[in-house]
């Protein structure tokens, strides 16, 4: 019997691991993979969420994780607006924040299952029966549910979204080149908006969001890229100046910006399991890492017998709502201008005529230091 049981070992369900290990409580991470994994996503992390993570002894900057002030954005005709960022963040790869974050899960004390998946959770009353695929089995009287995007578990679950039809396509690259350090950027182009931030290993990583139906047209990667990024003289210019550092790109697609449960069948869903931002905000990650935090408090009072198991799930809901339910719903309206030439040569305009707006529709899709 555990204290806890975390399935899936992104960002968020490492951080709550090592939050609940350090504070005494026996927890298990179950995750389908193997540690370290490249990742599908911008790599940016916003400074709201560094103090919080050099309290847990796992500071970035202690793997080189490149500090970021300055963004800029631009139009599919190149036109560019560039604004201090209000708290700043770093970038670092996801395949080594992920294997800084495993071992220091590790060093506390978490119990780590790698390459098993969850076929069944059953809630008993007052604990969870677990069920793997190869017959393992683990009780637990806490189950976080950390597993990312979309999961076969999402579907087991019945959850709501797995079953609406969803055409992103999010693709991601590494190049060795020449790249301001301190600035992460997003680039319009027809049809999808594309990131870029130097990392750790001075590496610049590319990820690009699009419809799966362009690729269809287009055949593949390449030609896709030619015929839509690269009329965006910015993006050609990254793309065709820079070496690649990945013999193929990675990709992901279902992805879904539809509205999760956060509390289902007694699981408690942390990170993008429990609801995603629009990539357009880069403020994913730090969102995971801020859920870890908040669901770790509430846990470690409801292991405590401080409060009950009713209000510990109607709790965390309202808190997460909160915190993160203004920044979803502007994350959603600023994707609209996103990939659209007209309405994003709009928006890039005006925020050059009036550039003390800027700052303000980034803090709508950021938190305070936590």
Not at 6 to 29: D, F, Q
Not at 137 to 150: C, E, H
Not at 249 to 274: C, R, W, Y
Not at 331 to 359: C, D, N, V, Y
């Amino acid at each position: 019997m555990y204290d806890v049981l975390i399935i899936g070992g992104g960002l968020a369900g490492l951080t709550a691991g090592i939050h609940l290990s350090k504070a005494g409580k026996k927890v298990v991470l179950i995750e389908k993979k193997s540690f370290p994994q490249h990742k599908v996503c911008g790599e940016y992390v916003s400074n709201e969420v560094l103090q919080y993570l050099k309290n847990l002894g796992a500071n970035p900057f202690d793997i080189g994780a490149n500090a970021v002030q300055k963004f800029q954005l631009s139009a599919p005709s190149g036109k560019i607006v560039e604004t201090e960022l209000p708290l700043g963040g770093f970038g670092i790869r996801r395949y080594a924040f992920d294997e800084f974050l495993f071992k220091k899960a590790q060093e506390t004390g978490v119990t780590v299952f790698e390459k098993m998946s969850v076929t069944e959770v059953q809630f008993k009353g007052d604990f969870f029966e677990i069920n793997c695929q190869k017959g393992e089995n683990f009780q637990a009287k806490i189950v976080l549910g950390s597993f990312g995007k979309r999961s076969n578990l999402d579907k087991s679950l019945n959850r709501g979204f797995f079953s609406q039809p969803t055409d992103y396509l999010g693709v991601k690259h590494f190049f060795e080149g020449k790249f301001p350090k301190d600035l992460v950027v997003l680039h319009n182009f027809d049809g999808g908006y594309c990131g870029a931030i130097q990392v750790e290993d001075k590496s610049i990583s590319v990820a690009y969001l699009t419809k799966a139906a362009y690729l269809q047209k287009h055949g593949n990667l390449q030609k896709m890229e030619e015929a839509l990024l690269y009329k965006n003289p910015i993006l050609k210019q990254l793309f065709t100046t820079n070496k690649p550092l990945l013999k193929r790109p990675q990709t992901i697609s279902n992805i879904s910006f539809k509205s999760k449960e956060v509390v289902q069948n007694h699981i408690l869903m942390i990170g993008d399991a429990a609801g995603m931002i629009p990539p357009v905000c880069g403020n994913g990650m730090a969102m995971g890492i801020h859920a870890a935090k908040m669901v770790s408090e509430l846990v470690l009072s409801f292991l405590n017998g401080k409060i009950d198991r009713t209000v510990l799930e109607q709790t965390f809901e309202k808190q997460w709502r909160k915190a993160f339910g203004k920044r979803v719903f502007w994350g959603r309206q600023i994707q609209r201008f996103m990939g659209q030439p007209q309405l994003s040569e709009l928006a890039i305009g005006t925020l050059s005529a009036i550039p003390k707006i800027f700052p303000t529709i980034i803090k709508k899709t950021h938190g305070q230091p936590i």
